[in-house]
């Protein structure tokens, strides 16, 4: 899965950030999202909350490899805008 993050960043299909998150997915334009366990709890909250409000799926990564696994540590939130990309990590997950 963390292979196809770093694939979805390089190819242009992320946002990365609570702000651009938060900007995107009220521009309807977020397909999956990303958050990892070590983000603040006030970002999480606000993410959650977007996720839940805008009917996108959330998932929580139970490690700090975020912003590792697409090139930009520090990272806390990823936002995947691209729906064929955001079904591939998903599947992933399921494997």
């Known amino acids: ?3 196809m993050l770093g694939l979805a960043s ?3 299909k ?3 950030g609570q702000e651009a ?3 995107a997915i009220r521009a309807k334009k977020i397909a999956l999202a990303v958050l990892s366990e070590d983000a603040s709890d006030n970002t999480k909250k606000k993410i959650r909350n977007a996720c839940e409000y805008y009917n996108i799926k959330l998932l929580e990564l139970k490690t700090d490899m975020l912003g590792q696994s697409v ?3 520090g990272v806390k939130v990823v936002g995947i805008i691209d729906k064929m990309m955001s079904n591939a ?3 992933k ?3």
Request: charged share 20%.
């Open 14 to 16: 992320c946002v990365f």
């Open 71 to 73: 090139g930009k540590p």
């Open 1 to 3: 899965m963390y292979n």
């Open 89 to 91: 990590i998903l599947n």
């Open 21 to 23: 998150f938060l900007n």
């Open 93 to 95: 997950i399921k494997d």
């Open 10 to 12: 390089r190819a242009g």
